[in-house]
């Protein structure tokens, strides 16, 4: 497909378990980006990469979060010792390059539930 | 800290009227993004706006970007219920990360 892949669509874990999400960017494009929405809420910044490296991790919450990018496209987002509160739509984007204007498409998301 | 606001939240109105949906943001920013979603579906770009005065149109939506008074504005001529879904503006003054306002949903009835 042409457009932002993400896996697993849904995901439900017990409180205390890990869990990885995927991204599979845009072909081509360098810039990638993480959110996560609430239920009525606009998504919030977690990370950017520009290429392989983390440019901005500055939304992360807290240090429980990691993600990485090792080859410069598929992303994975990281979560440790999950808790309820982490319960939310994790939305990956990408964009041609991290240059303002360029506009970010979106994938459909990761459904977190944790119970 | 960095605030964007929509008004309204919820908004309901009937097909063939017109409404404006508000956006207003607490930083400078020279540019501004459009976003539409479906539930349970991902966001679609719908415009970006670039500097001030900026105006764009696609079909029964119009948007406009004022600068000075941080503030944008999406217009919805004769709505129809295809437009239904929840709308989100954003900013991004860090030239990458988007600051999304919590977003106007909008139903278009008969």
């Known amino acids: 497909g042409a457009g932002v892949s993400q896996t697993p669509s849904n995901k439900v874990t017990e409180k205390g378990k890990y869990v990885e999400l995927r991204c599979d960017p845009i072909s081509g494009h360098t810039a990638l980006y993480w959110y996560r929405q609430s239920l009525g809420q606009g998504p919030e910044f977690l990370i950017y990469?520009?290429?392989?490296?983390?440019?901005?991790d500055s939304g992360l919450p807290n240090d429980r979060f990691f993600a990485v990018r090792p080859e410069g496209s598929v992303s994975t987002l990281k979560i440790q010792r999950t808790e309820r509160g982490d319960s939310a739509v994790y939305l990956c984007?990408?964009?041609?390059?991290?240059?303002?204007?360029?506009?970010?498409?979106f994938g459909a998301g990761t459904r977190l539930s944790v119970l | 800290e960095l605030k964007v606001e929509q008004n309204p939240l919820f908004l309901s109105m009937q097909e063939g009227k017109n409404y404006t949906i508000y956006c207003n943001y607490s930083t400078t920013s020279d540019r501004l993004y459009w976003y539409r979603q479906d539930p349970g579906k991902s966001l679609e770009s719908l415009f970006v706006l670039l500097s001030n005065g900026a105006v764009k149109q696609e079909g029964r939506l119009m948007a406009s970007l004022d600068t000075k008074a941080r503030l944008s504005t999406l217009h919805i001529t004769a709505a129809v219920h295809d437009l239904s879904a929840t709308y989100f503006c954003a900013v991004d003054p860090s030239g990458y990360a988007l600051n999304f306002g919590k977003g106007t949903s909008l139903l278009v009835t008969p």
């Open positions: 990469f520009q290429g392989t490296g983390a440019a901005d």
């Open positions: 984007a990408s964009s041609l390059t991290g240059v303002a204007k360029n506009i970010q498409y």
